[in-house]
């Protein structure tokens, strides 16, 4: 037999296009999903949804080569799994892009559409997407579910769109939804439901409420805004006024009270024949110099009067404007007297319910101004700064102007700055849950680990959960409040919903429990009897994707939420071993919704290990913007630098620190790795076929246990194959324990390093036609197959295409052979279906890898020496002398020299044992005969690159002319015979120059 060709001009992107039709053609990805069905242990892994609304980018390769590495890690182990993709389908960032494609501005839109159809679009954009990014993963190699599954239930048209990517799972389906009904339900009987007034962060365009879990690292932006310093005239004191700065205009029409640090020491300083009052120390700052007329502490000042600036607006009527002490107060900046405007800041409304201060409600849904604020009223409160300002001047009450840079929380979704806005809202309360939860999170293995102090500071400081937003597209929150006794319910099923309603549900029946169609059902109120209609909000998305720990586990046999039924099918999966997810953003999102939800349903931990990771940065550790020219597309990417490249780019990086991903450093890394591992590929291949090696008959017929006495193995091949097993160890053991890194630089390091760098460097000779057949011939090829083969095992998980196409070209057509446990030969063949391979303690000899380095070493400096005094390593030295040689441990030393004395070209070894620095000498002196074999070895290099430029074959014979220089005519004369077997050569004349001629073989 002969191997498939090597192309030494290999195309990645394209090669794994090929392999990817060929998956498709012989149905791996199937027989890999299938492949330990009926194995006991099992190892689950949970995904963490990917939102389905845009093409995946290149961020979201990282953690998807991570799912995918470990699941194919796992497969190879034998260990039963769920390969469960998962969409996140639901809520405002689909909402936002439907929006767009619809050119609206503002909920009325949505309204004037009609919420149904609206909704219906945003359920379609999210399966258009499922479907594209389901494409891209199957491009990254990743191995899933993707085609099978039946637990979808929609229209005709949805469920057509929704075909190809059913074994996924979806936030959007019945099961998620009713299983968080479950969940609020049983919140609820503990009494964890409430709806309260707060002041909360609001998107104005989106018109809705964000909640402090969604205003994560990217929540935030370096905005610069005005700030201002104002005169309040202090009542009854002429010309005396408290000097006060704030950096949100718009909020002052509706101001209510001033606060003072009751802590903080306060100035009144003349300037003019005005007294300013201020905290003391402020003064540079607040640009005021004069004369100290007095320094107070903050108490001085509780309960005073002031004139606010906009007193006279109609919904100012009746309001008392007075200062208050609170501990708030900062001095960093600013001046120390502080404007409430309880409502329209978080901190204010605070206060303002502890010590019952007035609270004046400002803006609607859109941000604009309520009735009562006079001219302002109606229009957009970011849209009257400047008016403001100038009114504030007219009034007297400004003292002057400043541009105030500052990072401020914008829509996470759709970029608009937040204003702050007092609204009813719905909360889970957090008091009795935060300490189940924290205890719980103990258990739980974080990778890198300080994740777990990452996770603890998020419980001990987060408020309640804001679980409504007053949106469209999302879960519908089953909460039933009656308008006439305001008695609420929370509904935990649809059979409870069926049962209850009393109106409605024959509109219901069929949809999905989305609006508007779950908003038809009304129920009788259980106090006072009145229809009661659900409260409009939907819910967070959050909701959605914690609840996936219960909600994605569909019993096979009833087609049911395992865990609302029996619970059999969930238990023999929860707590799920292992998710992976991008760190930032997630401590307050998804890893703490599973967290609360688990916890206030099972009490205890969802998953028992997570690995995250940092974030995508581009080349050079710029923020990758479409708008800044550096942003990757997957697609493109992928096509350019090949998936396994970009997997490996993910692999070998540090995951706690942002990554620099680019074409620039991916091509550092084909060269660094790829080439070399495919050029060791190729070597064997072609040398392979030259010397018609075939395994099938050279490796274990019979299956026997290998050994290194199964062949007459040099030194260098048991070498090499103890470096192997202890490959394939280090590697495991490394994934054990989800160290990625480590285990991808152990298999660089094994395959540029020792494979390429010394194996074959130092085997070239032992093979190919220029080399009589043997036992040392065999032995070579014998171990380079068992290297090569075990190396596309191992590197199956992490580089799935490159890995299948080594793994079967040296399995093709091998009927009798016995590569050892779970290897497939033949057409099934495919490396992805194969076990992962074993290591053996017998086959790693500790003191030969020792005795091996020491080699490395005096060879290093042996070419370090000839380099230096520009000896040509062509150039035969008589003598290699190593002095303070500590001595080799393992009994190999005759065969450890040979190594030595071919790699540095010398013909003999002297070994000095001694202790102190090891030196490498050379004797250099030179003999006719070796001035004849450097010459010869000139010479036949020469020839080869004559070859080479030729394009000849590896065993074409030639014809050779040599220059007649009296140098060469003793060279060919004392070494003819070398010269004619190395170049196959056969003849050697003289002529005027060099010159080879191919003999046609007769
Ligand atoms: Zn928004
Ligand atoms: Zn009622």
């Not at 540029?752 to 036609?769: F, H, K």
């Amino acid at each position: 037999m002969r191997f498939k060709k090597v192309d030494a001009k290999v195309d990645f992107p394209k090669l794994e296009r090929r392999i990817l039709k060929d998956w498709e053609k012989r149905g791996i990805l199937k027989k890999y999903l299938c492949k330990n069905l009926n194995v006991k242990e099992r190892f689950g892994f949970l995904d963490g949804p990917i939102t389905a609304n845009n093409p995946m980018g290149v961020h979201h390769a990282w953690g998807r080569s991570y799912k995918d590495l470990f699941q194919r890690y796992k497969n190879m182990q034998g260990f039963r799994q769920r390969f469960q993709n998962g969409f996140d389908a639901q809520g405002l960032w689909v909402e936002v892009e439907v929006e767009k494609e619809l050119g609206f501005k503002s909920k009325k839109d949505i309204e004037k559409y009609g919420i149904g159809k609206f909704v219906k679009r945003c359920k379609e954009r999210v399966f258009k997407y499922a479907k594209i990014q389901t494409k891209q993963s199957k491009r990254l190699g990743y191995f899933m579910d993707w085609d099978k599954g039946s637990y979808f239930r929609g229209t005709a048209k949805e469920t057509r769109l929704a075909n190809k990517v059913r074994g996924s799972y979806y936030t959007l389906s019945d099961e998620n939804n009713y299983t968080i009904w479950y969940f609020l339900k049983k919140c609820h009987e503990r009494g964890w439901i409430y709806e309260g007034k707060d002041v909360v962060p609001w998107c104005p365009r989106c018109g809705t409420a964000i909640s402090e879990h969604e205003i994560v690292t990217e929540g935030y932006r370096e905005l610069t805004h005005k700030g201002l310093f104002l005169k309040f005239p202090v009542t009854g004191k002429p010309k005396t006024y408290f000097l006060v700065w704030t950096t949100t205009p718009w909020t002052l029409p509706a101001n209510t009270t001033l606060a003072v640090g009751d802590e903080t020491a306060y100035v009144t300083v003349q300037q003019g024949d005005e007294l300013f009052i201020l905290a003391d120390g402020r003064e540079v700052a607040a640009g005021i110099a004069g004369k100290v007329q007095e320094k107070v502490g903050g108490k001085e000042f509780a309960g005073l009067a002031y004139m606010g600036p906009f007193d006279d607006l109609p919904i100012q009527e009746g309001v008392t404007h007075r200062v208050v002490l609170a501990d708030f107060v900062a001095t960093e900046e600013g001046t120390g007297v502080v404007h409430l405007a309880p409502g329209s800041g978080k901190e204010d409304f605070q206060l303002a319910k502890e010590r019952d201060l007035p609270v004046i409600e400002s803006l609607d849904e859109e941000g604009k101004y309520l009735q009562g604020f006079g001219k302002y009223s109606g229009r957009r409160a970011t849209e009257v700064e400047e008016e403001i300002i100038k009114d504030l001047k007219e009034r007297g009450f400004l003292y002057k102007v400043e541009d105030y840079t500052h990072r401020y929380p914008v829509c996470w979704r759709c970029g608009t700055e937040l204003l702050f806005r007092l609204v009813d809202e719905w909360y889970i309360e957090m008091d009795e849950l935060r300490e189940p939860v924290k205890k719980v999170v103990q258990s739980i293995n974080w990778i890198p680990s300080w994740g777990l102090e990452r996770e603890l500071d998020w419980l001990e400081n987060m408020g309640d959960w804001l679980i409504s937003k007053k949106r469209y597209w999302g879960l519908a929150l089953p909460f039933y409040k009656c308008k006439k006794c305001n008695t609420f319910e929370v509904i935990g099923s649809k059979e409870e919903l069926k049962e209850r309603a009393i109106s409605g549900w024959k509109e219901f029946e069929g949809h999905s429990p989305h609006r508007p169609w779950v908003d038809k059902v009304k129920i009788a109120c259980l106090k006072c009897g009145e229809p009661v209609s659900r409260i409009p909000d939907v819910g967070n998305p959050w909701l959605d994707a914690g609840i996936v720990s219960f909600s994605t586990l569909i019993d096979p046999q009833t087609k049911k939420v395992s865990y609302l039924t029996d619970k059999k099918y969930w238990r023999e999966w929860f707590p799920f071993d292992f998710i992976t997810e991008s760190f930032p953003g997630q401590f307050r999102n998804w890893f703490y919704s599973l967290l609360a939800m688990a916890t206030v349903l099972e009490g205890r931990v969802p998953f028992k290990n997570v690995l995250g990771h940092a974030l995508v940065r581009d080349e050079i550790g710029r923020e990758m913007h479409k708008s800044w020219g550096n942003a990757i597309d997957f697609d493109e990417g992928v096509e350019r630098m090949g998936a396994d490249i970009m997997r490996w780019m993910y692999f070998t990086h540090d995951p706690e620190t942002n990554i620099n991903f680019g074409y620039g450093p991916a091509d550092v890394i084909r060269r660094r790795f790829f080439l070399i591992l495919w050029n060791c590929y190729k070597f064997f291949v072609d040398y392979a076929n030259v010397d018609r090696f075939n395994p099938a008959k050279e490796l274990d017929p019979k299956g026997k246990k290998f050994t290194f006495e199964s062949y007459k193995h040099s030194v260098l091949d048991r070498w090499i194959l103890s470096r192997l097993n202890v490959l394939v160890k280090e590697v495991g053991e490394a994934l054990d324990r989800f160290d990625v890194m480590t285990a991808t630089f152990a298999i660089e390091e094994f395959v540029v390093r020792d494979l390429s760098q010394w194996y074959i460097r130092r085997s070239r000779d032992r093979v190919g036609p220029t080399t009589p057949g043997g036992e040392d011939k065999r032995a070579a090829y014998v171990t380079l197959y068992r290297v090569l083969f075990t190396l596309s095992k191992l590197l199956a998980p992490f580089t799935p295409f490159i890995a299948d196409e080594v793994y079967r070209n040296l399995a093709q057509g091998q009927k009798g052979y016995q590569g050892g446990r779970g290897t497939v030969t033949g057409a099934e063949a495919s490396v992805h279906l194969v076990s992962w391979p074993d290591y053996h303690d017998y086959l790693i000899d500790q003191k030969l890898l020792g005795d091996m380095l020491l080699v490395r070493e005096i060879v290093e400096k042996g070419h370090s020496f000839r380099k230096a005094r520009k000896l040509s390593l062509r150039q035969p030295l008589p003598e290699l002398i190593v002095k303070g040689f500590p001595g080799f441990r393992s009994n190999y030393q005759k065969g450890l020299c040979a190594l030595i004395a071919d790699e540095l070209n010398v013909k003999t070894v002297t070994l000095k044992e001694g202790k102190g620095k090891l030196i490498v000498e050379f004797d250099t002196r030179l003999t006719d005969e070796l001035q004849a074999e450097g010459r010869a070895r000139e010479l036949i290099r020469e020839i080869q690159d004559l070859r080479k430029e030729k394009k000849l074959e590896f065993d074409d014979r030639i014809e050779v002319v040599y220059p007649e220089a009296v140098e060469n005519k003793s060279a060919v004369a004392k070494a003819g015979e070398f010269i004619r077997q190395q170049t196959l050569a056969t003849s050697l004349k003289p002529g005027r120059k060099l010159m080879i001629r191919q003999v046609k073989p007769t």
